[in-house]
Each structure stands twice: as structure tokens, then as C-alpha cells.
């Protein structure tokens, strides 16, 4: 295992490692535009420039590969130099687009061109004038005069999706990257192209103007639409220093983990993402049998059905009412742990169904086809994901009580309406719209998954922690919140109820009572 | 519009193919054999080219537009390409480009209305020791002056 | 030099020596002959170590060296590339042979690939050549008509396919790497180097790329020994070079003349010296990528070493001979055009900077120059110099460079003058 020395850091590490590589290990990172940990090194930026001692030429960090005893400064005055003239060679062709450019505030060129001093131009020519605004994809447009040819796009479509959708043209000066005579790219990753891009030459016509990316905090989560639960960036915006009403999710990126994604997420989720967040939520609470629509508050409404609850089972000399309740694998690992402990232990319901969104396609890259996040975590809690058939399910049944808008992709309202209007209670707890909610008695808003804590279970069966990067919208509550709040009203388990503050004093009993879920991720 | 390639040419890149153990190793001498048939490589011919090599007509494009020999329009019947270099021009060069130009009345890179005669500006030819030359097509002119170049002109059918 | 010190031009005498009959009527193929019926591999390599052989193609790497380093191994597939790109501006050496040695071509390229073991060559040939790809693949099918090519050649029990490859109009295919991307049906991107050739090449497999003429003397030195190579030339750099003179001289062309005639003796007594009326001003000694020399600094041996003293090369040994009429800002002015136009675009350095040198130097010979512009110039050079991805980016570099600091005061007057350069 060579021992090498870099930026007066000792370390040791593996044979075949190269110098760009050895450092991010060390916390200094070498700058670069063309290299990118997914891709064969190419070496054609010229930016990761090292000095190695006893060597009298620079050597390109990103494909060196190093040498025991190796002596190496990413920062000294030979390296910065030559690091520095090849920053200075792009911004010179370089638009002054920073004031209008979305990648501002997180653009490579700008902070190289920062760290190394670069203020003053001595360029005194004609900029080339390129074409700015070229769709590439459905969602994308490549702005040429901004480009820095890392080739990064171009490499993606090759070596990651290998479908080729943009190539190299012409040579010299007059190179440019360019899609096959206008066809955009069609490939379902290609939200990653804009992730890519050191600069702000492709740039997601969504975000493009919308909002400054210093105004954004970005927050970890988890993808919930697929099973693969890709790890991701969540871009918030919380309205300052606009106004309030504003405050909102603009974007989601992708967080590397190699375990799951790598660097990668699909457009389905990257996209869908955000669609989800902002639209066709069900965020206010209504209880629909008093005044259509009416608005009432949580403690009011958790009220009414505990105390329905309560009648149900202690219904003198009849037997016990029945409770049909309809989940789905869109909830958390706690969610459905509450759930199993309250309603099948402590109130001994045994109509449980699943209802989830359709499968869809899936890919041999990270795309399942099962479209809810958590059916692995349902399976591994002891649920036997029966789904709903509507008529027989709520047969006889006293109260229906919903989770999630997924009935509404299978049953319309119509159809809804002649098999469950004769249950007497009907509860839905739903973060967006189905159609279906004047058919039921009481609506409960429940969160967006940016919105709350917990954890889901992968297709692999890995448990993955989140925590809530946005406030909720409107009234809504996360559904584990509504469960404790609705067993403190019951009452049931008071003994734990003291404990269980949050999602994760609730996943160490989870993982103390359900074996599987004392593994920790 | 569609254009098939003929026979010969579908046997000439066949054998052509046959030499390399990657089909891909054949595009510059295929693409060659393709333009000296059509006089130019269409969008139609990249597609129909990939097909043969197993690529990706993005690939065809990349390397059409890299080499300045390859035409993405069609260029006049006789192709004129003038060295501009150090030693043509130090014999005397611009001159004779300046001669060109005037008398076909066109600049670098056009062709004449008649589509008899495109320009072109090219760097050395290797042909320093008759310098300044030309190429027509493929044959290689030297030691021009202004009759030669005239005689040449007339002599292009 | 007379007739018999010569190497490759003693027998043109002939005409037709293109033809097989005729070069074989003249002693051809002997030294095919000669390597596969009574010589191994080994001892071939070692005697082309030991004529000192240099490549003729501009870098001058040792030629046994560069063999020696394809390991021995014949299980992977192994290549040999002619390099016929010649592009530099100046060098018309490499056509001379394709047009009339095209046989003394084709017994290197055997006696090569029987000493390293490779059963396929390709000869790259540059695309505005096609006349001569012609007369080269009629060559090659005479000589497999003839069984000097193909299967167990001469009974020896060696293959050697060889095939000729067009390329398109790109100066940088001259570089090797960028040559074996060109063949492989890509661009013309250099590669980065390691890993080289001889172990990651064409295909991936180990690869031998050499340039024409270096393949021409291969047969002279196998037949008659690398001693008289050797005495042909310097006892460290032995045999002769093709130096082509071009530009304001009397007599441009090709002299086979020995490593390490003096530069003024090949201009001056050779090239019949400048035109009438015209004085010296500077000279390229080895293609455009060499550093200029000034008219003062001429007398030097045209040798590898002694051109690299001087701070030039002696690259391909094509001397471009520069007189007092022509502007240096002319001069400038095709180097910086040359260079931006061949550009790959792969590397920053080489893509950038030299479409800035270009349009500084556009500026300048339009009569909008400023006085700093001489210092600009240099300091975007020494910006490209030493990172690049490949050598043009370098060649470029030392180029400008040479004529910033060289002739700084003529450049400074034109400037002064705003004098306006017309090409």
C-alpha cells in the first residue's frame, strides 16, 4: 500500500489510486472540470494540475496514478500558475453571464476563477458568439457560449446510459456539443446532465430564472417514487427575502450514495418530485357531514373518531364493531408499526388492505417498477399486502379508515360511491387529492415525505433514515403524528406515549420488537 | 430523399470492412468511398453508413464535421483547394489565392452558380518544393503563376 | 553528397521504380529477402539499435528503443502503423517515397513486423494524398502477388496483412495517438500518455506507429549493416535525412544529405541560396513546429542535437527559409492560423489559446496592434507551454515564442507603423 504525502498530509492508500482520488480522502480537493468519479479520466481541462516533488514537469492528478514515497502539492506556486492560466484561457471566451446564469452560486467557474484570484481580463478580442438557448432535451437547454467542453455531458450519454445522444462536432475552437441533427435527448436520466455540468451551460428550463441558488437550502431525503428510494437533495426555498406564499420546493438533485444510485437519479423521480410536492396536495382538514367543507381543528376532529373508536368496542352485549382499513406502502416503517401496534394489537382489526399506485415500467438502472417507496418495509412488518377488492373488503364493515390517495388510480368516484355509502364512519388520511374526498366523513391531510421524519425500506431491503426538510403544507400532519395524537385520544399504549417524541425514539422500539428492523443501516 | 448506395459501393465498403477487426475502423475510408460517389455525406448517407458499421449516426456526424475533407453540401464539379501556408507564400501564394478568388468571384468556402468550381483555403499540401500549388479534386498542381492557373481553368471540362 | 554515399535516392536512376518488375530488376526486396530467409527477429532489432536510427517523423525517437518496448508476446494481435500523414507544414519528404519508393516502403514495413512480430500494418495515409494511396495499393498488390506479402512469406512462416488507410484532413492524425484514434474511426483526439503504444495501442494492442522514411532505411541498414549507416551520418545519429528546402530559395526540393551537414551549406550551396535581390531574414529548420532561427544563427549542423542546442529541432527536416521582404508579422500570421485551424479542441490550453494568439496576431497584421501585444503574445505562449495534452499545443507555444523574442524589434516597429499585413 504506497504511503505518499499530499499537501503535507500523510496517508496510505490503495494500489492503483490515483492522486485526485487520494486527496478527496484527505479533504482537499483538487479542482477539475472534465474529471468525474463515474467516468474514465480524460484529461483534457488541464485544471487538476499537481507538483510533484522530484518531478520537473506538473503531472495531471486525475490520471497519475501514485507511487509510494510521492511528495505532492495541489496548491504550490507552479500548480496554482498553471491552474490559473487555464482558468484564465475560459473565462476569457467566457460570457458575462453570472447576473443572469442559474448556476450562479454554484458553478465551478466562479469559484476556481475565485480561489485563484482571477478579477481582471486581459482579453482585449472579440468574444465568440455562440448559440444560447438550444433544447437538447424536453427539459433542458445548452447555452454553447457558456460551455467549457468537459465533454462531462457527452461522456454520460456514453458511458452511462450508452445511448450517445450528443456528440462532438466540428474541431479547434469551433468544437461544440450538439444533439444529432436537433433530436433531443430522450433518455430517462437526463435531468442528471444539468447535476453534471460544472457550469451553467445546461440548465432545466423549469428552474431556469426562478429562484438564486444562495436562497436555497438543500436538505437530505429520500426519493419515495419507486422502491429503489434513490438518496436526494431537496432545494427549499423558505421565501426570504421574497415574499411569504413563495416559500416553496424548486428542485430535488441527487446525493450520492454508492450503495443505492450513485450520483444518479432518474427524470421520473427528479421530476416528479417536485410535481408531487407542490401539486394537487389536500392540505386542509374537514369533516364533511357537518357543512360541506367545513374546517375544524385536529384535536376536535381526532376527538369525534376515538370516541367512534371507543363506541365500536365497547358496544354493550353486541359484538364488537368491525374496522376495514385500507393502507398503503407510501407510509413510513413507524407509521406502519403504529399502525400494526394500535389498530391489529390493541384493537384486533384484521381487515387491512393495500392499496399502492400502479407498477410502471422500470429499467435495468435504477427505475423499479414498483411505484411506492416502503412495500419491502409493509412485507418485513408482518403485513400480508392483500389488495382491495373494493366490494368484498367493506362488506358489513362499520368504519373504513383510508391512507393515501392510491384507491382513487383504481376506483372513481362513482363507482366508490354505491359500495361504501352505507359504512357509517369513513375516514381518509391523504396528502393529495383522489377525487374521492366528499365521499368520506372526515379528511386528514397528511405530509409529503419532504415533510416528515422516519424511514423506508428499500427494494433491497435497506432502511433508510430521513428527516423533514420542509414545513408542511397547509394543516397537514405526518401520519405517525395523527396515530400518537389519535392513541393519546383513544387512549392506548399511555406507557409509551411519553416516550415516543419523534420518529426515531419510535424506531428503537420498532427495531427491539420487529427483528429486522434492529438492523442498523 | 433517400439515396441507396450502389452496389459497387455496398461491395467496395464490404471489402473495405473486411480489413479491420471493428467495423467502426472503417468510417474514414468508407465515408471516402461514399463521397467520391455522391460528392458529399448527406444526414441520409450518416444513417445509412452507422447501419453498415453497427454505430450510431451521431458517431458518423462527429467525425464528418472533425475532417476538413469531408463535405456535408455538395461541392462544385471541380474542387479547388489552395495552399495558404508559409512556403506557398513565401513563393508568391497569395497571389495566386488573390487570382482565384477574383477570377471564379468567390470567397473561400462558396461555389460558382454553375456548380462548376468550389474554393477552398487548405493548410500545407506537401507540396513546398513546386510551391505555390493547388489541388483539383485530387490531382496536385505546382509552380503556378497566373497563365498556369489560367491554362488549368480552361483545361477543367 | 555523391551517389554512392546515398541511402535512399542512390538508385532512382529507373523510371517506373514504383513497378515491382522494375525495382526488382534494380536489387529490390533483397533485404526482404535477407531478414526472413537468414535472420531471426532478435538479431534484426538489435541491428537496428545499433544503426542509431532515429524517427524522421519529427520527435526522433530511437527506432530499436521504440520497437523493443512491444512485448514479446504474439498472443494479443500486435500493429504496425505507417505514419503518412505528413502535415507539417514544409515536409514533402514522405511523398517523394510514396511516389517513388513505394516498394523501399513496403520492405520496411515487412522487416518491422518481422522484428517485432506483427502480422498487421496499415500505412495512414493523409487524404489530400489519394493519388499516391493509388499507387501505393497497386504496389501492395504486387507484392502479394509476388509472396513478399500474406501468408508464410517466403517460406519464412511469417503472415503480414497490410492495408492502406485514408485519413480525412486533420494535422493533428500526425500525432500518434491522435492517429491510432483516427484509425480506430473517431476523432482525432491525442491520448494520454501512459499508457504508450508499444503496450496500449491500436485497439488496445500493443502498437508500433513510425513514420515513412524512418521505414525506408530499414532495408538499406538491414542489407548492408548498421556500420555503414551509421558512417553514413554522425557517430550518434547515423545514415542520411531527405531535408526539404522550401520557401524564397533558388532551388526548393529534396537533398539526401548526411545528419549533420550544415544548415548553410543545405541552403546555400545545395538550394542554389535566396531568390535574386532577396537577403536572409530567418530560417524554420524542421518543419513549422520547430522554433525559428534568425539569419545570424544559421550555422549549425543539422543534426537532432545540435539543432536542440540552438533551441530549435531538427523535427522533419523540412527548412523553410524566410527572406527580408516577407514580413515576420506574415510569418506570425500563418503559424497562428495554422495552429488555431488544426486544433483538436480537446485541451483547453491549445483550443483557447490558440484562437486568442490568432486573434491578437489577426489584430496586430491589421494594423490595430498595441505595443503590449508582443508581451500578450508571449505570455499567452508560455501559458500553453507545457500544458497541453499533446505536442502541438507545445509546438505552437515555442513557436510564437521564438519569433516574439527574435524579432521583438521588427514586431515593434510594424506596430509602431500599423502596418497592415494583406494575406
Known sequence: MPKIIIDGISLEVEEGMTILKAAERVGVHVPRFCYHPAFVPEGSCRLCYVEIEGCSKLELSCSTVVKDGMNIATRSPRAVAARRSVLEFLLAEHPLDCPICDKAGECKLQDYAWEHGLVESEFREVKEKREKKIPIAARLVLDRERCVLCTRCVRFLEEITATRELGLFERGIRAEVSTYHGELVQTHYSGNLADLCPVGAITDTEFRFKARTWFLAPAESICPLCSRGCHIYIDYHSGFPRQPGSAKVYRIRPRVNDAVNGPWICDMGRYGFVDRQQNNRWSKLCWNKRDPKTELNWEKALDLIAARIRSLREGEGKPPGRITMILTSWLTNEELYLIKKMFQQELNVTDIYFADPKPGAGDDFLLRPERSPNRRGALEMGYDLKPVVMETAVRDTDMLLVFGPFIGESFTAEEMKDVIVDIPAKILITSHESGLESLFDFVLPSAFISEKSGSLTNIDGRIQKFRAAVPQSGSAKPEWEILLELAKALPVFADRLGRWKDPFSIFEDMGKEVPFFGIRT | ?157 | MNAEQKILTRDLGPENLHRIDVYLQNGGYRAVKKALTHCQPGPILEEIKKSGLRGRGGAGFPTGLKWSFVPQETDTGKYLCVNADEGEPGTFKDRFILGHLPHLLIEGVIIASYAVGIPTAYVYIRGEYETLARRLELAIDEAYEKGFLGKDILKSGFDLDLFVHRGAGAYICGEETALLESLEGKRGYPRLKPPFPAKVGLFQKPTVINNIETLANVAPIILYGADWFLSRGLPNEGGTRLFGVSGAVTKPGLYELPVGTGLREIIFTHAGGLKPGRKLKAVIPGGMSAPLLKADEIDIKMDADSVAAVGSMLGSAAIIVIDDRTPILTVLKKIARFYAHESCGQCTPCRLGSAWILKTVDRMAGGEGEPGDIDALARLAANIQGRSLCPLGEAESLSVLSIAHKFRDELEDSLKNRAIIQE
Open chain 2, 1 to 157: 430523399m433517400s439515396r441507396a448506395f450502389s452496389l459497387a459501393l455496398k461491395q467496395k465498403i464490404d471489402e473495405t470492412l473486411a480489413r479491420y477487426p471493428e467495423k467502426r475502423a472503417a468510417l474514414l475510408p468508407v465515408l471516402h468511398l461514399v463521397q467520391n460517389e455522391t460528392g458529399f455525406i448527406s444526414a441520409e448517407d450518416e444513417r445509412t453508413v452507422a447501419a453498415l458499421l453497427d454505430i450510431k449516426p451521431i458517431m458518423v456526424r462527429e467525425v464528418v464535421t472533425f475532417y476538413t475533407m469531408f463535405n456535408q453540401k455538395p461541392p462544385g464539379r471541380f474542387h479547388i483547394r489552395v495552399c495558404t501556408n508559409l512556403s506557398c507564400s513565401l513563393a508568391g501564394g497569395e497571389k495566386m489565392v488573390d487570382y482565384l478568388k477574383t477570377r471564379l468571384g468567390l470567397q473561400p468556402g462558396q461555389t460558382t452558380p454553375d456548380g462548376k468550381f468550389t474554393l477552398t483555403e487548405v493548410e500545407c499540401l506537401g507540396g513546398c518544393d513546386q510551391a505555390p500549388c493547388l489541388m483539383v479534386n485530387f490531382d496536385h498542381f505546382g509552380n503556378l503563376d497566373r497563365d498556369k492557373i489560367e491554362r488549368l481553368l480552361e483545361s477543367l471540362k
